[in-house]
């Protein structure tokens, strides 16, 4: 029964009589698409684990009683309503950008229309640095992509042997203005923050 249940997307059908075969699990438990399966949903649990890494770094830092606190849960509330599926796709564009030589990368939300998603990772001298980059690049993919939506940013880096996560949260939601517009084209032309993509922006007119 458990075999068919996950053979079938983890569903029933409705009034239906179901007669299963002796040795359905274990030829399951062989099958390539149940291996693979298996493998990328304990990658999908990173993003469990960077949920409750980035909370306890902030509580043991900052305490309880903060405004960033409130944008924090705000982020790990979007970021626990992704399914186990869509978590396989974010850890894996997240694990491009850590293990490539590639500084940041916007994702859009598997489950979200209104939520980008941005990765960073890179070598950072403290992590002050790390999270203005990260805080940022949220606004710049904002200003390409969606000047209404939610951002989230994940910045990722290697301190001590030790892997560490920092998570920051923005809705832009009717509060994009001319000043973020400027703030953005200075990143863009001289922190080079996306700015291929802005000029892929541009050149597709």
């Known amino acids: 029964m458990l075999a068919?249940?996950?053979?079938?997307?983890?569903?029933f059908p409705d009034k239906t009589y179901l007669v299963f075969d002796e040795g359905l699990y274990k030829s399951f438990k062989k099958d390539k698409f149940y291996i693979k399966e298996k493998k990328e949903r304990q990658e999908s649990y990173i993003w469990?684990?960077?949920?409750?890494?980035?909370?306890?770094?902030?509580?043991?830092q900052n305490g309880y009683n903060t405004k960033s606190l409130n944008n924090l849960m705000k982020a790990y509330e979007i970021m626990a309503q992704e399914t186990?599926?869509?978590?396989?796709?974010?850890?894996?564009?997240?694990?491009e950008v850590i293990?490539?030589?590639?500084?940041?990368?916007?994702?859009?939300s598997p489950s979200f229309n209104h939520v980008i998603y941005v990765f960073v990772s890179g070598k950072f001298n403290n992590?002050?640095?790390?999270l203005k980059e990260l805080e940022i690049r949220c606004m710049v993919a904002a200003f390409l992509m969606n000047k209404s939506a939610v951002v989230i940013g994940i910045a990722w880096e290697i301190q001590k042997d030790t892997e560490v996560y920092d998570v920051a949260?923005?809705?832009?939601n009717n509060i994009w203005n001319d000043r973020l517009d400027k703030?953005?084209?200075?990143?863009?032309?001289?922190?080079?923050y996306f700015k291929k993509h802005y000029e892929q922006i541009i050149l597709n007119g």
């Open 84 to 95: 186990r599926f869509e978590r396989v796709k974010l850890v894996n564009n997240l694990n």
């Open 127 to 130: 992590q002050k640095e790390r």
């Open 48 to 60: 469990d684990f960077i949920i409750n890494h980035s909370a306890q770094n902030h509580f043991t």
């Open 4 to 11: 068919y249940y996950l053979f079938n997307e983890f569903n």
């Open 169 to 172: 949260y923005h809705n832009y």
């Open 183 to 192: 703030s953005s084209l200075i990143a863009i032309n001289e922190l080079e």
């Open 99 to 108: 293990k490539t030589n590639i500084r940041a990368r916007i994702y859009f």
